[in-house]
């Protein structure tokens, strides 16, 4: 992803609907970002493993590949086409991006700030966050509530098949800002991200 032509930087919150305590990741990102490059980034920052469809909905349009629309009957907008600075973003404006439309994990980014853009500064960046993401197809924010109350108590009934199925202990506070940079910065290219082995 090309910076070189960006004029701003849009500081972002994206925070992951339905859950408290809440899970949330502080980026900056440059203004010249297609939406497609945001996804990506999106996906890296919260170690998502991006194997589901997903949407951004902008002032009440959907954004995503257009493939996954064969019919053309949701009027997808093609989000490869689209950069961020076209929007005309101000501070305070939100919008959503939606992953896995079974287990609905519905992100809301909020424009925090937007700054100045400075050659010297790696883009995209984490710069904060807090708290995992819930695993993969766990059921949405209440298969999640579901899983981390088995998961806290052994005698719960659903306890050792949650921990079969997740494969050990699962740390609800676990957040690595250097390991989520050097998977964002791997290759120098947010576009092909390698999650493979990102942990949750």
Not at 82 to 103: Q, S, V, W
Request: aromatic content about 14%.
């Amino acid at each position: 992803m090309r910076t070189s032509q960006a004029a701003q930087v849009y500081q972002i919150k994206v925070t992951l609907n339905s859950i408290r305590p809440p899970i949330w990741r502080r980026i900056l990102v440059p203004d010249t970002m297609t939406l497609l490059d945001l996804h990506d980034v999106i996906q890296v920052v919260f170690g998502w493993y991006d194997s589901h469809l997903h949407e951004f909905t902008i002032y009440n349009v959907s954004y995503g590949d257009p493939a996954n629309d064969e019919f053309g009957e949701f009027d997808i907008k093609d989000e490869a086409k689209f950069k961020l600075r076209k929007f005309n973003l101000a501070e305070g404006a939100r919008f959503t991006y939606l992953y896995d439309f079974g287990d609905s994990w519905e992100h809301t980014l909020v424009i925090e700030k937007i700054l100045p853009f400075e050659s010297e500064i790696a883009l995209p960046q984490c710069i904060k966050g807090k708290r995992a993401r819930p695993p993969e197809d766990v059921g949405g924010p209440w298969g999640y509530a579901g899983f981390l109350e088995a998961m806290n108590d052994p005698e719960n009934e659903e306890h050792d098949s949650y921990m079969e199925w997740f494969d050990g202990e699962f740390d609800p506070e676990a957040f690595d800002l250097a390991a989520i940079n050097r998977h964002l910065h791997k290759r120098g290219d947010p576009t092909t991200p390698d999650v493979s082995s990102f942990p949750i």
